[in-house]
């Protein structure tokens, strides 16, 4: 069992940068294929980024080049470095969290509102 809570959601201005923070419990982080998904008002969630156990890391096609994850198993941490904000990134970002690989999760976080202005 892992819980996971996300942080350093806000708001910020269109073009700006924001980083989020998942912090993970337990002691087996490293052994978890970590995620970011997100979901906007009225839309289905969507698949952001993923990092592997080997930290092989995975973008949304959409979301390539403006996006990096990381993660620092030391302080059982994950990271969604993302830049050039725009308004239609506006959402509630989940992090996730699988035993078995980067192809679905298991848990999840309570989210972390960010919210673009124009």
């Known amino acids: 069992q892992v819980q996971l809570v996300e942080s350093g959601g806000g708001l910020v201005q269109a073009g700006g940068s924001l980083r989020l923070s998942c912090a993970a419990s337990?002691?087996?982080?490293?052994?978890?294929?970590m995620g970011w998904f997100r979901q906007a008002p009225g839309k289905e969630r969507e698949f952001v980024a993923a990092?592997?156990?080997?930290?092989?890391?995975y973008y949304a096609g959409s979301l390539k080049g403006r996006l990096t994850i990381s993660r620092d198993n030391a302080k059982n941490t994950v990271y969604r470095q993302m830049n050039s904000l725009k308004p239609e990134d506006t959402a509630v970002y989940y992090c996730?969290?699988?035993?078995?690989?980067?192809?679905?999760?298991?848990?999840w976080g309570q989210g972390t509102q960010v919210t673009v202005s124009s």
């Open positions: 337990g002691r087996t982080f490293s052994s978890y294929a």
């Open positions: 990092i592997s156990r080997s930290e092989s890391t």
């Open positions: 996730a969290a699988s035993a078995a690989g980067t192809d679905s999760f298991d848990y």
